[in-house]
């Protein structure tokens, strides 16, 4: 494509089933649109809590609400998608700080780890939210970090560097970044367009980010619709 690429940051935490929605689909716009993908892991808790947000668990009909509406929404983004058995434990009762540590340690570990940080934070949504298994034990991480493709030896020493104040004080950084830019939930895409940032919230501003950045929406599955087309 001719022109200038333009720059999308997806700040993202693994413990959020839209964001996981929202990940896959521009993974999928990185070869379709004229864009360079930016992936910044960063903490939800403490999203929530900078931003005064409170969980839809909180609100009965929002969360219950919230079941059908991910069961429709798996099918029609193509993404293998399901439900812990108790959904609200595995997001706010246990949470994903050391996952999300995890993450930025392979992300800050050195240069050109773009398609590790991908691979590793696809890997943990699906323990939480494909199969409901665990994010939160080292053992658990490891396996996720083993089926993304990365060496046993190398998974210990990103273990030991998750747990690094270096570590601990990027991922509180990208966080403080997001809530910055007036984030109160994830996913939190920030696009560069003519020197100037704008911002979206959640999966289902596709369409319209598509507009400010000049590209075609070819709907959630790109390679599907144009073969349709």
Same mark, same amino acid.
């Given at each position: 494509?001719?022109?200038?690429?333009?720059? &999308?940051?997806?700040?993202?935490?693994?413990?959020?089933? %839209?964001?996981w929605?929202?990940?896959?689909? #521009?993974?999928?716009?990185?070869?379709?649109?004229?864009?360079?993908l930016?992936? @910044?892991?960063?903490?939800?808790?403490?999203?929530?809590?900078?931003? !005064?947000?409170?969980? $839809?668990?909180?609100? $009965?009909?929002?969360?219950?609400?919230?079941?059908?509406?991910?069961?429709?929404?798996?099918?029609?983004?193509?993404? $293998?998608?399901?439900? $812990?058995?108790?959904?609200?434990?595995?997001?706010?009762?246990?949470?994903s700080?050391p996952?999300?540590?995890?993450?930025?340690?392979?992300? *800050?570990?050195?240069?050109? @780890?773009?398609?590790?940080?991908?691979?590793?934070? @696809?890997?943990?949504?699906?323990?939480?939210?494909?199969?409901?298994?665990?994010?939160?034990?080292?053992?658990?991480?490891?396996?996720?970090?083993?089926?993304? !493709?990365?060496?046993?030896?190398? &998974?210990? *020493?990103?273990l030991?560097?998750?747990?690094?104040?270096?570590?601990?004080?990027?991922?509180?950084?990208?966080?403080q970044?997001?809530? !910055? %830019?007036?984030?109160?939930?994830?996913?939190?895409? &920030?696009?560069?367009?003519?020197?100037?940032? *704008?911002?979206?919230? !959640?999966?289902? @501003?596709?369409? #319209?980010?598509?507009?400010? &950045?000049? *590209?075609?929406?070819?709907?959630?599955?790109?390679?599907?619709?144009?073969?349709?087309?």
């Amino acid at each position: 494509m001719a022109g200038t690429r333009k720059v &999308i940051e997806l700040f993202y935490d693994v413990v959020s089933p %839209y964001t996981w929605l929202g990940f896959e689909v #521009l993974c999928r716009y990185r070869n379709v649109w004229n864009i360079d993908l930016k992936l @910044r892991p960063a903490f939800l808790g403490g999203i929530m809590q900078g931003s !005064g947000n409170k969980p $839809p668990g909180l609100v $009965p009909n929002k969360f219950a609400y919230m079941g059908k509406d991910l069961t429709r929404l798996a099918e029609y983004f193509g993404v $293998p998608l399901g439900f $812990p058995a108790n959904p609200f434990e595995a997001m706010f009762e246990k949470g994903s700080l050391p996952a999300m540590r995890f993450v930025t340690a392979v992300a *800050e570990s050195g240069e050109g @780890r773009e398609a590790d940080v991908e691979k590793v934070s @696809r890997e943990l949504w699906m323990r939480i939210w494909g199969r409901d298994e665990d994010i939160t034990l080292p053992a658990s991480i490891s396996e996720a970090g083993l089926k993304a !493709g990365l060496p046993a030896n190398e &998974i210990e *020493e990103l273990l030991k560097l998750a747990g690094s104040p270096k570590i601990k004080e990027k991922l509180k950084s990208s966080t403080q970044e997001a809530l !910055g %830019y007036g984030a109160f939930g994830f996913p939190l895409i &920030i696009c560069h367009v003519n020197g100037k940032k *704008e911002m979206f919230f !959640g999966s289902d @501003r596709f369409e #319209l980010m598509a507009h400010c &950045i000049g *590209e075609q929406w070819l709907g959630p599955q790109p390679a599907t619709m144009s073969a349709k087309m």
